[in-house]
């Protein structure tokens, strides 16, 4: 029940913005004297029916179709089909890339603000499931926030080319068609009107770009995620996460959207129009899934706790070792367990290499000979914890406060795109940017309307009562 209204929600959200695009427009050719108030107020009655009837929840645009809205018509030979189409995808999902900008900034800030708690913490680094080495925790949050920093540039890039609308349709405009091209593109909050004779369903490079970001981006949230929970002692199944591959499995789906061609005239706003409803609605995933997920690395930031005392060594120190241990003529498998048990010794006592005993080699395992000491101090010493200098944390703290300043401009400049119509479940929004002058009564609910009494804010003064005389006895005359 809840994933069904969840469904018609969200079918009259997407209504909602094509109500909202077409009623900017519809308000500038109002005020620019291009169409009458009687065709503001035949557009009002066409969306109050739809609103009011049992397919409010179908595509709307369709819906005007079939209806052989006028002012449709209108705007098709005005713009034509390819840039009124342009236009409508453009207006649904630069918002949506905005949105998903914001969140990635907020999640940035939240992790560059835990980095300076972390400066002098170690932070192991790990492939698949051997230790490759050690780092300050700090930089390595930092170089994730950078890499976060790039998906953001290059989320404002993709956003930024679709923030221009396609003019008018004509071989040859006037002033006044480029004026009213202007005014449109400053309605609906684009930047201007692009010379580009190209739509983006000619060139649908942007769509390759947009998926390409965000899948690079769940790949590395995801890497985080489990370098972050290995250093927190997290269980082993604790490492994947639901979560991470419903994000990777939306961001992969966006490579496999195609934007129509838009070859057949009468069908091509149609086709635009389901071609922006999917896109969206994959968009619209992709942030609910990053809202959901993306506080759960936050929150295992915080209970992180490294054993520093546990030994450490790579993976190509181990293969050192074992090296050793063939030239003596060991064989291979058993000198994998004669590692194994010795790495679980060290772990269990807390050694470092260079601190066992000659006794207590052998007491591990025979071949273990006291002339392999050298060679695990060796080992240690060419792998031992980084001893991080001052320069290296300088460097960090430089770092963090660069991106800080990056986010903190990425959330200021995010200007406020149009507000979408509010809308209920029963119905959207239907009213037009124009003022209704005409006889024709707005069109809006059936709801009957009250006026609140008039209270008044002047605040009252209590009465302090004053001391009552104590009564005396009455006097005998």
């Not at 390819?82 to 207006?91: A, D, K, T």
């Not at 054993?307 to 090296?323: G, K, V, Y």
């Not at 695990?376 to 200098?389: D, K, P, Q, R, V």
């Amino acid at each position: 029940m809840e994933n069904a209204t969840t469904e018609i929600f969200n079918k009259a959200m997407e209504n909602s913005i094509v109500v909202d695009f077409l009623s900017s427009i519809a308000g500038v050719f109002y005020d620019e004297g291009m169409i009458q108030r009687k065709d503001v107020d035949n557009f009002r009655l066409v969306l109050s029916g739809i609103s009011s009837s049992t397919h409010r929840t179908q595509p709307i645009i369709g819906q005007l179709l079939e209806q052989h809205c006028e002012f449709i018509d209108f705007l098709i030979y005005r713009f034509g089909c390819h840039n009124l189409s342009h236009n409508l995808v453009c207006y649904a999902i630069r918002g949506q890339i905005k949105d998903l900008e914001e969140e990635l900034a907020q999640f940035a800030k939240v992790l560059l603000k835990k980095s300076d708690l972390f400066l002098n913490r170690t932070f192991r680094l790990y492939n698949e499931h051997s230790y490759v080495g050690d780092c300050l925790y700090s930089t390595y949050i930092i170089h994730f926030c950078n890499a976060i920093r790039t998906v953001t540039n290059q989320l404002a890039s993709v956003k930024q080319n679709l923030s221009y609308i396609k003019g008018h349709g004509f071989d040859q405009g006037t002033e006044r068609d480029q004026l009213v091209d202007q005014n449109i593109a400053k309605a609906l909050g684009f930047l201007g009107v692009t010379p580009e004779i190209y739509s983006i369903f000619d060139k649908p490079w942007w769509l390759k770009d947009l998926a390409t970001t965000l899948e690079n981006f769940s790949t590395l949230t995801s890497t985080f995620y489990a370098q972050v929970t290995k250093n927190s002692g997290k269980p082993e199944q604790f490492y994947r996460s639901t979560a991470c591959d419903s994000l990777l499995l939306e961001c992969r789906k966006l490579s496999l959207l195609n934007p129509p061609t838009l070859n057949r005239p009468q069908h091509a706003l149609v086709e635009a129009d389901n071609f922006r409803r999917q896109l969206s609605s994959v968009l619209q995933s992709i942030i609910a899934t990053s809202k959901l997920w993306l506080p759960q690395i936050s929150t295992c930031l915080k209970a992180t706790e490294i054993d520093l005392s546990a030994p450490s060594i790579s993976e190509a120190c181990q293969n050192r070792f074992i090296f050793e241990l063939l030239q003596k003529g060991v064989p291979p498998k058993t000198a994998k367990d004669v590692l194994t048990k010795l790495l679980a010794y060290l772990a269990r006592h807390h050694l470092k290499p260079s601190e066992i005993l000659p006794g207590e080699l052998t007491k591990i395992n025979p071949v273990l000979e006291p002339q392999l000491l050298e060679c695990l101090s060796t080992l240690e010493n060419s792998n031992t914890s980084i001893m991080f200098g001052s320069q290296e944390k300088a460097n960090t703290l430089k770092m963090s406060h660069e991106l800080k300043n990056f986010f903190e401009r990425t959330l200021s400049q995010s200007t406020t795109m149009i507000a979408v119509l509010i809308i209920t479940l029963s119905q959207f929004a239907c009213g037009i940017k124009t003022p209704p002058m005409s006889d024709v009564v707005a069109i809006r609910p059936d709801v009957p309307f009250k006026p609140l009494k008039k209270i008044s804010t002047k605040i009252p003064t209590l009465k302090v009562p004053s001391e009552k005389k104590p009564i005396s006895a009455p006097q005998k005359p």
